[in-house]
């Protein structure tokens, strides 16, 4: 049985991952990934892969769902970065 | 007394809040905010604040510490964004 707050969570994650897709489709069109660095990009793929770690500790099927999905869509931009530098 | 799965979440809040933070900076001194639209930074605001409310509710130190900051940095996004468009 899912409760209240882990509806919130899911919400949370549908909006937070949802809201890095047009980036990943605007990378994947243009071939440019923009200003951002290569570090800031692997701080925050090994970061999302801790929150990753974290969530299934806890046992959060939100955390879990949104940081794996959001730890893909990060390798895909990092990858995008070092091919199109 | 914090336990080894707090500390991982520490880690990946300061890891992922500090990749914010160039982009916040690059934009504050560019006052370009990209391509990023509107929609994806009012959707990532609330999925933050979503996440914030989560993070209260199931008592996660690191979890309330990486949303509130990320909540700020991201509605300073979105300040910049509705003012340099």
Do not use: C
Not at 19 to 31: A, L, R
Not at 51 to 56: A, E, K, S
């Amino acid at each position: 049985m899912i409760d209240t707050f882990e509806i919130i969570g899911l919400i949370a994650a549908v909006l937070t991952t949802s809201s890095f897709v047009p980036q990943v489709y605007k990378t994947w069109k243009t071939k440019s990934v923009g200003n951002i660095s290569l570090t800031m990009y692997i701080a925050m793929f090994l970061g999302i892969l801790l929150w990753l770690v974290y969530g299934i500790h806890i046992h959060s099927i939100s955390m879990i769902l949104a940081n794996s999905i959001t730890a893909v869509l990060t390798l895909i931009m990092l990858i995008f970065k070092l091919r199109y530098k």
